[in-house]
């Protein structure tokens, strides 16, 4: 057919027939795969085999079933063991193909997580009939992707569970100059059974949950003004929904990981959460901190919005004074004109006060001129670019609602994937 069609119409039409090709090899494909698959059954004397119960599972019968293959369907048919005392039943061969409970062969799920933590999970079902010319369900696409990415989540789990055991091998390699790490959160909107008894903002019940991320990166060089450049492609991040404690493990495991310990600067970047600070405390000691000097800028910004409401020209007066301190990283002397605001309103009295204890209590972390000398970013945009890049472009799309198992999947998978580190997986799954 393929081969007649141009001389029959008279006209080329390469996509017709290049897909015609495809498919045609397809099915020749799925055939010769099908025969393959074929296992014979088991010779008399290797009809029993042990079971996880300890007790011997009989040889019964073969049973074939399907599987949808980087060519298309295909079939395998393969021995089929009972246990007749736990009565579980077995396929050593589906363990050995690495099709245990899944109608996919090992090459169309790597596909399926690749489409499924790179955009929505029916738009990867798009691009597997487009580019791969697979049939499958949106289904079919999120099941698999989440489920890998499951099992990464799981083995990273297991990793840092034994990073927390045992001294962190030393990871040999070049000295880096400076290693920094930037932290963030940024809400993702999930369904109602995970927001129970969690307050939201302004009262409202909670729609959002937060996913805490890290990212790492270094830096050798600065531009002429004397400006930060991070070292291309050396970014990795960390991301998942779980509490700061958890999270704290996480991050400083990626850090260990990328030479935390032969790094000659160690910094560490976040607004000023809390939450960010405790991590450092605990797993970054002695690392350079530093307040994003936008946060820090916009703390002002918000102080100075009430204590002239609407009165924008005495908003900027008030801001060139008080930001050109901050900026010059004079963090007493604007504390102490914070302090000497004299106002007699109570709300404003009390923001006065916060704002004036947020630069207190941070004060070490804004020497930026001390930072800036010594080539240093003063502000997070990595970690803020990569909220965007690692999850906002994937998990707030409208009309998405996470569970937190499923966003803590997929973001372990996408990460994976960013990370360079798919194939590390892959392979020792293979392994
Ligand atoms: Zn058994």
Redesign the pocket.
């Known amino acids: 057919m393929v081969f007649s069609a141009p001389h029959k119409t008279g006209r080329w039409e390469l996509e017709a027939l290049e897909m015609a090709m495809r498919a045609a090899l397809h099915r020749a494909g799925a055939a010769a795969l099908s025969q393959l698959l074929q296992f014979p059954a088991p010779a008399s004397h290797q009809r029993n085999i042990p ?5 011997q ?1 009989r040889y019964r019968e073969l049973r074939s079933k399907p599987i949808l293959t980087a060519v298309g369907p295909a079939e395998t048919s393969r021995p089929y063991y009972l ?1 007749p ?4 039943g077995q396929f050593p061969a589906d363990v050995e193909l690495d099709i245990v409970n899944t109608e996919f062969s090992p090459g169309v799920r790597r596909m399926l997580a690749l489409v499924g933590q790179q955009a929505p999970f029916d738009r990867g079902r798009q691009q597997i009939q487009l580019l791969a010319d697979l049939e499958v369900t949106t289904k079919n696409v999120e099941r698999t992707a989440e489920g890998i990415g499951q099992d990464i989540a799981v083995s990273e789990k297991a990793e840092i569970q034994r990073a927390k055991q045992l001294d962190l091998p030393i990871v040999l390699g070049k000295p880096i100059p400076i290693l920094c790490v930037q932290i963030d959160a940024t809400g993702i909107p999930v369904v109602k059974k995970e927001t129970v008894g969690r307050q939201g903002k302004d009262g409202h019940p909670a729609r959002h949950r937060d996913v805490k991320v890290g990212c790492v990166f270094t830096q050798t060089t600065w531009n002429a003004e004397g400006y930060a450049i991070r070292d291309p492609d050396s970014t990795t991040y960390v991301a998942a929904i779980e509490t700061a404690e958890e999270f704290g493990k996480r991050i400083y495991l990626e850090a260990w990981k990328r030479g935390w310990s032969r790094a000659a600067k160690k910094v560490v970047i976040g607004d000023g959460a809390e939450w960010i600070w405790s991590i450092v405390a605990l797993y970054f000691p002695g690392a350079i901190q530093i307040v994003d000097l936008y946060h820090a800028r916009q703390h002002l910004w918000d102080l100075v919005r009430k204590l002239y409401l609407n009165q924008e020209a005495e908003q900027r007066r008030w801001m060139m004074v008080h930001q050109d301190m901050l900026d010059k990283g004079k963090i007493e002397d604007l504390v102490a004109a914070l302090r000497s605001i004299d106002s007699s309103h109570p709300e404003l009295a009390e923001a006065v006060r916060t704002t004036a204890h947020y630069f207190q209590a941070n004060a070490a972390r804004m020497r930026y001129p001390e930072f800036r000398s010594q080539h240093l970013f003063v502000g997070s945009g990595v970690i803020e670019a990569g909220c965007k890049t690692v999850i906002g472009s994937r998990c707030k799309l409208s009309g998405m609602f996470w569970t937190a198992r499923a966003a803590n999947a997929i973001l372990a998978l996408r990460c994976c994937q960013l990370n360079g580190r798919f194939e590390d997986y892959w392979e020792a799954r293979r392994a």
């Open positions: 079971c996880a119960c300890g007790h599972a246990c005392d736990c009565h579980n």
